[in-house]
């Protein structure tokens, strides 16, 4: 197999289901296993804080260590992807993730359990988890010719996981123990490594030649910038995270549980996991010649998310608009991460992705930082309904852009 066998390009008639393809299927299976180690691992970490008495303040110091690596890292992933080929970084990623999980499993079977402990094996996790993410990306289009159904599949995975996660997490924990929740983590990030092993045989276009690091920092940020599509859309979205993506989680599922209590936030929150893969099934089916214009006419739908609460709407009322706003994020995902992996050169696609993840990421933290003092100072109610309002302006923004209007389908020219 050799990168033109790999390189998507346009075909004169349908082309074949990903689940046809062995590597994506062993692909599937591996980010099944990871995202569902992701799902367990917020309400495995929240019970180990606060049952070792270190209390909320514990829990944002364990998640900050966890979160703080990826975005200083996430850059220097995507180069060691390139450098070393996706499947070399990821398969050493999940390694790295499962010995800390098990170290961590080890260390709560005890009483004395430190904070530092805890934030240092999330650090070493979130570090490894920043090699892992780029990579993703350049892996799609080595393992699928139908790149768009591929990504489709991946979300309804996300979303399952993402639903049975904490679900399984939490069962864990009650009827075993938070270490025996680690176990399973750890378990399911080696099963990650196992399944991604044999996909190194895949011919991959590597960076061979011998520039430092800052160098090839500087060519994928060449290779991100030359495209106006591409930072037209990070650079609103960044601005979406800080004040759409940041408030809406906390102040939201506050006010919701406040309004409908905890099983009703609960059922509305699956309501949003089930919209999520109503939008990957869309995703599947529906190949518009405009994919950004039809994902971000999608997205006005999470345009809801924050609304709903904000106005107190009823318990049905916000179900709904949360299986819109699942189905509205989940369908824009499929049709940028398409984009992107369409669009891309492969030898560089890792580097571009890690600026992708990066410019996403970074203020999300931040959002969620200042939501609490701006609630505090003009209501949480007031807050979401500003998030809601800034939701269409930079949705109505991004559509404004003539290069995200004009992205066809088709990759580009010169394709690596």
């Given at each position: 197999?050799?990168?033109?066998?790999?390189?998507?390009?346009p075909a004169p008639g349908p082309l074949p289901s990903p689940w046809r393809s062995g590597p994506f299927r062993l692909f599937f299976t591996a980010r099944s296993a990871s995202m569902l180690a992701d799902g367990m691992l917020m309400v495995s970490l929240t019970t180990a804080v606060l049952g070792a008495g270190y209390g909320v303040g514990g829990v944002g110091y364990a998640l900050a260590a966890w979160m703080t690596p990826i975005a200083?890292?996430?850059?220097?992933?995507?180069?060691?992807?390139?450098?070393?080929?996706?499947?070399?970084?990821?398969?050493?990623?999940?390694?790295?993730?499962?010995?800390?999980?098990?170290?961590?499993?080890?260390?709560?079977?005890?009483?004395?359990?430190?904070?530092?402990?805890?934030?240092?094996?999330?650090?070493?996790?979130?570090?490894?988890?920043?090699?892992?993410?780029?990579?993703?990306?350049?892996?799609?289009?080595?393992?699928?010719?139908?790149?768009?159904?591929?990504?489709?599949?991946?979300?309804?995975?996300?979303?399952?996981?993402?639903?049975?996660?904490?679900?399984?997490?939490?069962?864990?924990?009650?009827?075993?123990?938070?270490?025996?929740?680690?176990?399973?983590?750890?378990?399911?990030?080696?099963?990650?490594?196992?399944?991604?092993?044999?996909?190194?045989?895949?011919?991959?276009?590597?960076?061979?030649?011998?520039?430092?690091m800052w160098q090839r920092l500087a060519t994928g940020w060449q290779e991100f910038r030359a495209r106006s599509w591409l930072w037209g859309v990070i650079v609103i979205w960044s601005v979406f995270g800080l004040f759409v993506f940041g408030p809406a989680l906390p102040l939201g599922a506050g006010l919701l549980t406040e309004q409908h209590g905890a099983g009703g936030f609960g059922w509305i929150a699956s309501a949003d996991g089930a919209?999520?893969?109503?939008?990957?099934?869309?995703?599947?089916?529906?190949?518009?010649?405009?994919?950004?214009?039809?994902?971000?006419?999608?997205?006005?739908?999470?345009?809801?998310?924050?609304?709903?609460?904000?106005?107190?709407?009823?318990?049905?009322?916000?179900?709904?608009?949360?299986?819109?706003?699942?189905?509205?994020?989940?369908?824009?995902?499929?049709?940028?991460?398409?984009?992107?992996?369409?669009?891309?050169?492969?030898?560089?696609?890792?580097?571009?992705?890690?600026?992708?993840?990066?410019?996403?990421?970074?203020?999300?933290?931040?959002?969620?930082?200042?939501?609490?003092?701006?609630?505090?100072?003009?209501?949480?109610?007031?807050?979401?309904?500003?998030?809601?309002?800034?939701?269409?302006?930079?949705?109505?923004?991004?559509?404004?852009?003539?290069?995200?209007?004009?992205?066809?389908?088709?990759?580009?020219?010169?394709?690596?």
């Open positions: 197999m050799t990168i033109d066998d790999l390189t998507v390009r200083l890292l996430v850059l220097f992933g995507g180069v060691l992807a390139d450098r070393f080929t996706p499947q070399v970084m990821m398969v050493a990623a999940d390694l790295v993730r499962m010995l800390a999980m098990i170290v961590l499993a080890v260390l709560l079977t005890g009483d004395g359990v430190r904070l530092w402990q805890i934030m240092a094996l999330m650090a070493v996790s979130g570090a490894a988890t920043a090699m892992f993410q780029p990579g993703l990306a350049s892996m799609v289009p080595q393992v699928a010719e139908d790149i768009q159904r591929a990504n489709a599949l991946l979300r309804i995975s996300e979303a399952m996981s993402a639903l049975a996660g904490p679900g399984l997490a939490g069962l864990l924990v009650a009827h075993w123990h938070v270490s025996g929740s680690y176990v399973v983590i750890a378990a399911a990030y080696g099963i990650s490594a196992l399944v991604l092993t044999p996909l190194r045989r895949i011919t991959t276009r590597r960076d061979e030649g011998d520039d430092p919209g999520t893969i109503v939008g990957g099934l869309l995703g599947m089916r529906v190949r518009p010649r405009r994919p950004l214009v039809a994902g971000a006419c999608a997205m006005f739908c999470f345009a809801l998310n924050p609304l709903a609460p904000a106005l107190g709407w009823s318990f049905t009322t916000t179900a709904l608009t949360g299986a819109l706003a699942g189905c509205g994020f989940a369908f824009w995902g499929v049709m940028w991460a398409t984009s992107v992996q369409s669009h891309i050169p492969l030898a560089v696609l890792s580097r571009v992705s890690a600026y992708d993840v990066a410019g996403s990421i970074m203020v999300i933290p931040l959002g969620r930082a200042l939501a609490g003092p701006a609630a505090e100072a003009f209501g949480a109610d007031r807050v979401l309904l500003f998030s809601s309002g800034m939701a269409l302006v930079c949705l109505a923004g991004m559509l404004c852009v003539p290069a995200v209007r004009g992205l066809g389908r088709g990759p580009e020219a010169a394709d690596g």
